[in-house]
């Protein structure tokens, strides 16, 4: 060991060998004589006759703290030299006591000594040559590529028996290895090198082996890898999810996480509206109308952003969802997505993590020259295959006649049920007296676009040096809906900065721009599924039949085609997300953070309903409206942090953490109406006759601080401990602040020497478990606690009245304690992963919706805590390179969960008999089907026993909304540049009811003039037939067409998400174009779908298992490029 000298042994063991990895700088010195990262400027007073060299570098390292790293065969550092300076330059110093026999490098607080007469360089192994010697004794270190040592490495003579293990600081040593003989070096989570012995002195740097164990994972206030995280999080990279034809990142999460379901709602173009679920119903809040109060905090670049979805103004004065603001965000600027979802993970985020985190990194500029990338990729679209199949135009007549010949055969002859028909149909027959008939219309067809265009183009540029870094990208979407007169187009920019000034300061800036508009049409998609056939779209001179008949037969609607043409229903968005921040390094192991972020967001929605077309009691001749409604949502983030790091002679390592947030959300909405409009083609409100406007304003505030510990013991053992104390404006005095808390824990037990070699099988195990409090409040608002007073008159004059809530100044946080155990485990050399957790989640004072008496004077509900709620489940993900070699490779990968929910203890105000049921379950009257003899429909009764009295009293719990099981599927087969993958997605174990069958699609003559579905075929017709409907009646009134389970259906399905086939120029050919790479690919997404369910979609559904015709989802194919240079 005396051949390899480090002169100064320091406390920090790993941080001082990593210096030596500046010896590989030694050519760029040779070039420049001395060069300096920091000019050696700093100023040192030496006094000493005839003292050793390694003195010298004592007392430099005393005042300046630079360390000083040599091999000993290059430099004798008990040479004697005499020195008399006084506020001399370091960079002199070393000139004098060194000579012109020397270069050295200054990196950091590191100087790096070399001989101008370099030894033999082999990529990163420094050998010193000694050919005359025929077997020599070899000692050397072994680093990572940060320099810090690596324990434990096996160092083998290849083709032999000889070897030795690396001691606590990186080193070995062997005696009598012949000249030319090669090393092998390897250790659990690096690389394995080879290297040829050609001097007694080898350095070894080894890389960190391309697994996930070392990769780096984002989480609350900063990162780690996933060999030291101790909390139960997925990562989702960025390119997994970019090509997708998906303009929210949230849809492209679907199947690709475990714990992780998300429902989409509808498939209008700009993402339509999203819901999260991470492990079950968390808080007591229906999530209805698109509400996001059940969805995980999202935070992009350390801000929390605003999901509520941007709302438009119904002519009928209510407000409604409209877009999802995720859509906002550029999916292609993301380079990960971390789900969080235990206690270890997300408890420093207190109360707003109850219901799960989300961490979206966006895409950063690395060391280097300009990258620059452009993708480009089109779009086909048609509707979805569904199972709403629709009766013909025969079918539809002979369903019309039943009905009316039902109600009295004697009185609706044919020529009588004829001429009823021309009578509601003026438009039936071209002319008075004309006995020809339009040809029937397929509303349906005539709405939908079948050939909708995307175009998606992508423009960025990165790059960086060791000081600054830059990520620059451009983006612009054009997105046709299947659906006629819907669109979306999004102009977004983004710009990420990071910039070293010196080396103990760090400021950077990550910033998102985007424009965005939506135009909706008039929603026509469902008056579409259900209007006649019996109603033409134009007349016979080419104008638009404007009003045409609903399904009821007794009252007029808008051609859903002209009111796509001629309403406006369209929302225009800016959005503005980003951060600037500060970070200082100090006192070595010390560093502040400061980051002031911002989101804001404007929408300006409008609506207009057009004066020719009918609206509800606007069916005048000069009437008509448009309402618009303009939106502010502003959020404004504060967050300080302190970090300590401290690496204990390599086996102790703590990392403390403590800070301070501030957060304010202020929302602002202004809506304007007019009315009464003197011709068809004026679209502001000031052109209305009758105008009013309303606004209101909300503020609310969020004052925290935190605390972690981290600590590890020889990077096998891992503890976390974290603190968080919140206080919200929402709550009153007594209730303002909440505590929330975190203990977790890892170990990983292929580490331990009673398991080397005794399982060559197993490559990586790791245990961890964690157990915590979070909190939620997302389900009211600032003004929730307040007992208001509304405006009114009374006897002629001004008085006051209670408001529809009374308010609630004592309801506390809802709390959730959190308990994970996990299992992290690698097989066969990382050809296998295995992740498995199992968790229980109890959330206590449930928030809910309460409605008084009505003898109080209120009229709405108030929010008051109900009681607890606990979910159960487990979650499984698995991936296995069935298939792995230089050229050939193919992995297969699914992750399946499941969850168990019900209430286990109800509050005063909460019904008892509740308590242990699932929370999502669904209460109906159960459907007996159809009696043989008359074709009258039947129930079950609370006992069991059927009746043809149908009462509301008789419902009993018949299934649950949430799934029991879900999950993706997925294959990639890799060959030679060509990628071919496919992704599944499965739910199973959940009901769907469906409103539209039971108010228009089958609805035994109820509403007797819409369209039907073919399941309305299987009708009672004669006594003795056994059918799944009724007896058919104009205008029913002993229909079966009340909520049953007649119209609950399973929801169970699988569905092929994705084909991908992608190809990857080889570099010989895209290198003749001055390209880097060049990768082509086409893709079909949505594809086939198999289920059990007779309606729309599956994914159709809202969170409380509600059915309806809206819009539907997209089939499409997409080609794209991407070309890097």
């Not at 600027?333 to 979206?360: F, H, M, P, Q, W």
């Not at 540029?461 to 620059?472: A, I, T, V």
């Not at 002209?562 to 970070?583: C, D, P, V």
């Not at 699609?1001 to 017709?1021: C, F, H, M, T």
Request: aromatic content about 10%.
């Amino acid at each position: 060991m005396s051949n390899f000298t480090r002169p100064t042994l320091p406390k920090k063991k790993g941080r001082y060998i990593r210096r030596l990895s500046m010896l590989l700088f030694a050519p760029l010195a040779l070039l420049t004589g001395a060069w300096s990262f920091q000019n050696g400027d700093e100023k040192v007073t030496i006094k000493g006759n005839d003292v050793p060299l390694i003195a010298v570098f004592k007392s430099i390292k005393k005042q300046t703290g630079y360390s000083f790293f040599y091999a000993a065969d290059y430099v004798d550092d008990k040479a004697r030299v005499s020195l008399d300076v006084h506020g001399e330059r370091v960079e002199n110093v070393l000139q004098r006591v060194l000579g012109r026999d020397y270069v050295w490098v200054y990196n950091e607080n590191a100087v790096s000594i070399s001989k101008k007469k370099l030894p033999e360089r082999r990529n990163d192994v420094a050998v010193v040559a000694d050919s005359s010697v025929t077997r020599v004794n070899v000692s050397g270190a072994v680093t990572d590529e940060k320099g810090a040592p690596i324990p434990g490495a096996t160092v083998m003579v290849k083709g032999t028996h000889e070897g030795a293990t690396t001691d606590e600081s990186g080193r070995f040593s062997l005696t009598g290895v012949g000249m030319g003989a090669k090393l092998v070096i390897s250790s659990v989570g690096f690389e394995k090198r080879e290297v040829e012995v050609k001097g007694r002195t080898i350095l070894m740097k080894l890389g960190v082996a391309m697994n996930d164990l070392n990769e780096t994972v984002v989480v609350a206030y900063g990162t780690t890898t996933q060999r030291a995280n101790v909390g139960a999080i997925t990562v989702v990279k960025g390119k997994e999810i970019e090509s997708l034809p998906n303009r929210s990142f949230d849809r492209s999460l679907q199947g690709q996480v475990p714990g992780l379901l998300v429902t989409s709602g509808n498939g209008q173009p700009g993402g339509g509206l999203s819901n999260f679920l991470i492990r079950g119903i968390g808080t007591g809040t229906d999530a209805k109308d698109g509400s996001t109060v059940r969805n995980p905090l999202i935070v992009v670049d350390g801000v929390p952003v605003t999901q509520d979805h941007l709302e438009r103004r119904l002519p009928d004065g209510k407000f409604a969802p409209y877009s999802n603001p995720m859509a906002q965000f550029n999916p292609s600027d993301i380079e990960t997505i971390s789900v969080l979802k235990d206690a270890a993970a997300i408890a420093l985020y207190g109360t707003r993590a109850a219901n799960g985190v989300i961490l979206v990194t966006t895409k950063k500029g690395k060391a280097g020259k300009t990258q620059f990338s452009f993708r480009h990729q089109i779009d086909i679209s048609e509707m979805a295959e569904g199972k709403i199949k629709l009766v013909n135009q025969h079918e539809y007549i002979d369903l019309l006649y039943e009905a009316y010949r039902n109600v009295d055969p004697v009185k609706w002859t044919d020529a009588a049920i004829r001429s009823d028909l021309i009578g509601k149909y003026p438009t039936l027959v071209k002319t008075p007296g004309d006995t020809s008939f339009y040809s029937p219309t397929d509303w349906l067809r005539t709405l939908t676009n079948n050939r909708a265009l995307t175009l998606s183009n992508d423009l960025s540029l990165s790059g960086g040096s060791e000081r600054m870094n830059y990520y620059l990208n451009l983006s612009y979407v054009s997105q046709d809906g299947i659906v006629k007169n819907t669109e979306y187009d999004r102009v977004s920019v983004r710009y990420n900065m990071e910039n070293k000034p010196a080396n103990w300061i760090t400021v950077g800036v990550n910033s998102m721009f985007s424009y965005n508009k939506e135009g909706y049409g008039s929603g026509g998609f469902s008056m579409a599924s259900t209007l006649s056939p019996l109603d033409p779209v134009r007349l016979s001179d080419g104008s638009y039949n404007l009003k045409v008949l609903s399904s009821d037969g007794d009252t007029k609607t808008a051609n859903p085609v002209a009111a796509q043409e001629y309403n406006i229903n369209s929302i225009t968005s800016y959005r503005q997300n980003g951060n600037a921040f500060l970070e200082i390094r100090f006192l070595k192991k010390f560093s502040f953070r400061s980051l002031f972020g911002a989101d804001f967001m404007l929408s300006q929605a409008k609506n207009k309903v057009d004066m020719r077309l009918p609206f509800g009691e606007l069916d005048n001749a000069a009437s008509g409206l448009v309402a618009e409604q303009q939106t502010t949502r502003t959020n404004l983030v504060t967050t300080n942090t302190l970090r300590y790091v401290e690496d204990f002679d390599g086996n102790h390592l703590l990392n403390i953490l403590v800070g301070q947030e501030s957060q304010e959300a202020i929302n602002k909405i202004l809506t304007a109406t007019g009315q009464g409009f003197s011709v068809p083609y004026l679209d502001e409100v000031d052109n209305g006759s009758f105008r009013t406007g309303e606004g209101s304003r909300s503020k609310e505030s969020l004052l925290s601080w935190f605390s972690q510990v981290n600590y590890a013991y020889r990077n096998k053992y891992f503890i976390s401990g974290s603190l968080r104390r919140d206080g919200s404006s929402k709550f009153g005095i007594k209730e303002r602040y909440g505590n929330y808390w975190s203990f977790g824990g890892g170990w990983i037990v292929t580490d331990e020497k009673f398991m080397k070699g005794s399982s060559p099988w197993l490559s990586y195990m790791k245990i961890r478990a964690s157990i915590g409090t979070s909190g939620n409040a997302a389900a009211i608002s600032s003004i929730s606690r307040f007992y208001k007073l509304a405006i009114t008159n009374y006897a002629g004059n001004p008085a006051v009245r209670p408001d529809n809530s009374p308010g609630n100044e004592s309801i506390k946080w809802e709390e959730t304690f959190n308990t994970d155990l996990g299992l992290e485990s690698n097989l066969f050399n990382d050809r296998i992963k295995l992740t498995a957790d199992i968790y229980k989640r109890r959330t206590s004072n449930l928030i809910y919706a309460i409605y008084p008496p009505l003898l109080s004077g209120y009229r709405g509900a108030y929010f008051d805590n109900i009681g607890e709620i606990e979910n159960k489940g487990i979650e499984i993900s698995f991936s296995a390179d069935i298939i792995q070699n230089k050229n050939f490779r193919w992995n297969v990968s699914f992750n399946w969960s499941t969850n168990g929910n019900k209430l286990i203890k109800a509050y005063e105000s909460f019904p008892k008999y509740l308590i242990g049921r699932d929370w999502s379950s669904m209460y109906y009257v159960r459907w007996a089907g159809v009696n043989p003899s008359d074709g009258k429909p039947q129930w079950l009764d609370s006992l069991g026993k059927i009746t043809s009295v149908y009462n509301p009293v008789d419902q009993v719990n018949v299934g649950k909304s949430q799934p029991d099981g879900f999950g993706g599927i997925n294959t990639l087969l890799f060959y030679r540049g060509i990628e071919l993958s496919a992704a599944f997605y499965y739910q199973y174990g959940y009901k769907i009811y469906d409103a539209s069958m039971a108010s228009f699609l089958v609805n035994d003559g109820i509403e007797p003039y819409g369209k039907q579905s073919i399941l309305a075929l299987n009708r009672w017709r004669k006594p003795g037939d056994v059918a799944s409907n009724p007896r058919r009646v104009l205008g029913n009134t002993d229909g079966g067409t009340q909520t049953s389970t007649r119209y609950l259906f399973n929801g169970d399905h699988i569905r092929l998400q994705n084909i991908l086939l992608a190809y990857t120029l080889p570099s010989r050919i895209v290198g003749r174009f001055h390209l880097s790479s060049c990768r082509v690919y086409l893709q079909g997404n949505n594809l086939i779908l198999w289920n059990m369910y007779s309606g729309n979609d599956p994914q159709n559904v809202g969170v409380t298992g509600l059915a309806s015709l809206t819009y539907p989802q997209a089939t499409s194919f997409s080609a794209g490029i991407n070309i890097n240079f």
